[in-house]
Nanobody, 124 residues
Framework: QVQLVESGGGLVQAGGSLRLSCTVS????????MAWFRQAPGKEREFVAA????????KYGDSVKGRCTISRDNAQNTDTLQMNSLKPEDTAVYYC?????????????????WGQGTQVTVSS
């Protein structure tokens, strides 16, 4: 059983920055992809970013492209999502997720394990 622990999040003014981290605290796969999704009230879960652990290949959702950077720390089994130029529409619960293999997927059903979620609120 893989366990993911998220940290970061909180309240920030529009234009500000936040950093989210996700650590694989228990279990893992030989090759895997870690991703971030977000879900705002009344909306579907939306792909934010993902990174392949073996080659650091990354992908971003259209709504955050150019404003977010995902990176990984192999030694710490942690990925970090740096979010800049935040907008009120970025307000959501952000979830970390993991899937086995090297292929980066943008649909939530492809991911096998999830973190508990962390709230990000951007005030105008």
């Amino acid at each position: 059983q893989v366990q993911l622990v998220e940290s970061g999040g909180g309240l920030v003014q529009a234009g500000g920055s936040l950093r989210l981290s996700c650590t694989v605290s228990r279990g893992t796969f030989n090759t895997y992809v870690m991703a971030w999704f977000r879900q705002a009230p009344g909306k579907e879960r939306e792909f934010v970013a993902a990174i392949s652990w073996i080659d650091a290949n990354s992908k971003y959702g259209d709504s955050v492209k150019g404003r977010c950077t995902i990176s990984r720390d192999n030694a710490q089994n942690t990925d970090t999502l740096q979010m800049n130029s935040l907008k009120p529409e970025d307000t959501a619960v952000y979830y970390c997720a993991i899937k086995s293999g090297m292929e980066i997927a943008t649909t939530s059903r492809r991911y096998e394990y999830w973190g508990q979620g962390t709230q990000v609120t951007v005030s105008s």
